[in-house]
């Protein structure tokens, strides 16, 4: 018997960077190779609607980040990859879960807080640009989760809040109609978020991602970009605070690691150290890369492989769907619940 479903997903709202592959889809397909687990990964389209607005930029995303999950060596047999938008259950999920969580509780999200911040710093109207999906986005998620009663749920530190929020709402659910819903456990990550070429978190938010698919050439171009201080070749450099050591660890080998850090106790140059790591990174994803341009040729087969997930997915989804309709009291009349 599989007890664990583990289930993760990534917003399509630009180009899969070295963070999304560092941070969720490398260790999410390791995982899917273990047994006992059913892994359950999306294609957050949904939740893209909610900052881009850009039917093009949605739609190519979503197409980038499936192609990037199946170019890095997701088996489509031993994970379920799907759309969102492809699963009913889940808005339909979401409007009940709409109604059983209080407003207060979204008030507290970060996100929203956030937007609504920056609004008071700048004008008088804290709602300026605010939607509901935005205010509403911790019970999507919430749903995304629920719908296939997942148990762990990792992703970034930015994210946990969502997660006791989802918590949240699955209680109030059973406590209010019974026991039908799994509280998720959050998993963070073990590994940082990967920073950008400008030193802060890698985000497509901040415009500083190093994309995981682009020529070798532009790779190394990016790489020469990422920021660093002014220190000479030959003085020693600390290995704290810098994005290129950073980088170099999260697809390094501890051997290589020891030696990185010894390069930079002995000063190695800002220009020498890009370049290793340039090496190192693409000697990792220089084959996914040619898969990657070879799948992107073919949208048909992905679109294949994605509605099998949803079919797969759905598997799940339907019958718990069917069991929360009947526990709300939308079912049939004359039909038992
Ligand atoms: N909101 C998540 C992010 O921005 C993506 C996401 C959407 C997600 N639904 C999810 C992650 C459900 C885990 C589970 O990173």
């Not at 399509?12 to 592959?21: C, D, F, I, V």
């Given at each position: 018997m599989k007890q664990e479903v583990v289930l993760?997903?990534?917003t399509?709202?630009?180009?899969?960077?070295?963070?999304?592959?560092?941070g969720a889809i490398r260790p999410a397909i390791a995982r899917s190779r273990s047994a006992n687990?059913?892994?359950?990964?999306?294609?957050?389209?949904?939740h893209s609607l909610i900052k881009a607005q850009d039917p093009k930029l949605t739609h190519q995303s979503s197409f980038e980040i499936a192609t990037a999950w199946l170019a890095c060596g997701l088996d489509p047999e031993q994970a379920?990859?799907?759309r969102q938008s492809d699963i009913p259950e889940i808005t339909e999920l979401t409007w009940i879960l709409t109604c059983l969580t209080a407003k207060g509780l979204m008030n507290r999200a970060h996100a929203y807080k956030a937007a609504v911040d920056e609004n008071q710093a700048q004008n008088n109207d804290p709602d300026f640009g605010?939607?509901?999906g935005?205010?509403?986005y911790p019970i999507l998620m919430s749903a995304d989760i629920l719908a296939f009663n997942a148990n762990k749920v990792p992703v970034g530190k930015d994210q946990v809040q969502h997660l006791e929020m989802a918590r949240d709402v699955a209680q109030r659910f059973n406590h209010h109609y019974g026991e039908l819903f799994t509280l998720p456990e959050v998993e963070v990550a073990e590994t940082p978020l990967l920073s950008g070429l400008d030193g802060r978190k890698m985000s497509k938010?901040?415009?500083?991602?190093?994309?995981?698919?682009?020529?070798?050439?532009?790779?190394?171009k990016l790489i020469m970009k990422i920021k660093t201080n002014s220190l000479e070749p030959g003085e020693a450099k600390s290995t704290e605070d810098s994005t290129i050591f950073q980088i170099y660890q999260a697809f390094a080998t501890d051997d290589e690691i020891a030696q990185m850090r010894a390069a930079f106790a002995e000063g190695i140059g800002w220009g020498d150290a890009k370049q290793k790591l340039?090496?190192?990174?693409?000697?990792?994803?220089?084959?996914?890369?040619e898969r990657y341009e070879d799948l992107s040729t073919r949208p048909a087969q992905i679109e294949e492989i994605i509605q099998a997930g949803a079919a797969k997915a759905r598997t799940i989804s339907q019958p718990l769907l069917e069991k929360v309709r009947a526990a709300v009291g939308l079912h049939a009349f004359g039909s038992q619940k």
């Open positions: 993760t997903g990534i399509t709202s630009g180009a899969p960077h070295l963070g999304n592959y560092v687990v059913t892994s359950l990964y999306f294609l957050a389209d949904y379920i990859l799907y605010i939607t509901m935005l205010y509403s938010s901040y415009g500083n991602t190093i994309p995981l698919f682009v020529p070798e050439k532009k790779l190394r340039f090496e190192l990174v693409n000697a990792e994803i220089g084959e996914m890369r």
